[in-house]
């Protein structure tokens, strides 16, 4: 069945623009987590969702990064006013955990490449 | 906070070597423990886990124990290919009350086998 996509593959932008990073999970996988991989940082967290509600927003690093879920499936990760070291590869990966069911492997996608001149 | 510490990397080795990464973790509760790798120009792998203590995950010959005494999760492997060549990340998630699930990971390890 289809995997966790991801979209664009790739995108360079200039410091200063707005840009919108998309997440398609698993069908039916209610939770949604946003990652980052950066050379100095590793990989870090940075929100949560399930269903639509982001219960923890507490990995996004600054009030430039936004992220939004509508209809329980769709995300998209915006960052505002990009700056050079926003450049990272963006990952999505998507469960069926909630806080209870201790199903909690998280597929995830190809990522998203963003560069900031 | 919860954190995972790897050995670091890279480690090279030539073909049916043995393996062995290290991996420890600190955290409140009883987290779940995963190995991910990245193989080169590919996505993240689920490659094994481990949801409680004892605990053995496999595959593709890998293995790791869930050692709650060392609060370790080593990952062996017998006899390395050139094709096991990538980043291995340990990872740890919790689901206990307040908690999401959220992934932290190690640093990863860099794994090159030689023919």
């Known amino acids: 069945g289809a995997g966790v996509s991801q979209s664009p593959s790739n995108k360079v932008t200039e410091k200063g623009k707005d840009v919108e990073l998309r997440c398609d999970p698993i069908s039916g996988h209610t939770a949604l987590y946003w990652y980052r991989q950066s050379l100095g940082q590793g990989l870090e967290f940075l929100i949560y969702?399930?269903?639509?509600?982001?219960?923890?927003k507490s990995g996004l690093p600054s009030d430039r990064f936004s992220a939004e879920r509508t209809g329980g499936s769709v995300s998209t990760l915006t960052i505002q006013r990009t700056q050079q070291e926003d450049s990272a590869v963006y990952l999505c990966a998507s469960s069926l955990a909630s806080a209870t069911s201790g199903t909690d492997t998280q597929y995830f996608g190809p990522g998203t490449r963003l560069t900031v001149l | 906070g919860n954190s995972v510490t790897q050995m670091e990397g890279p480690v090279t080795l030539s073909e049916e070597a043995f393996l062995t990464i290290n991996c420890t973790y600190t955290a409140t509760g009883y987290p779940s423990l995963f190995w991910y790798v990245q193989y080169p120009g590919e996505g993240l792998q689920l490659l094994l886990k481990a949801t409680k203590a004892d605990d053995k995950g496999s595959n593709k010959g890998f293995e790791a124990t869930y050692r709650k005494e060392t609060t370790s999760f080593h990952l062996e492997k017998g006899s390395v290919q050139v094709s096991d060549s990538a980043v291995y990340f340990c990872?740890?998630?919790?689901?206990?009350?307040?908690?999401?699930?959220?992934?932290?990971f190690g640093q990863g390890t860099t794994l090159q086998v030689k023919p």
């Open positions: 990872a740890l998630s919790d689901l206990g009350s307040g908690n999401t699930g959220k992934l932290i």
């Open positions: 969702f399930q269903g639509n509600s982001a219960p923890d």
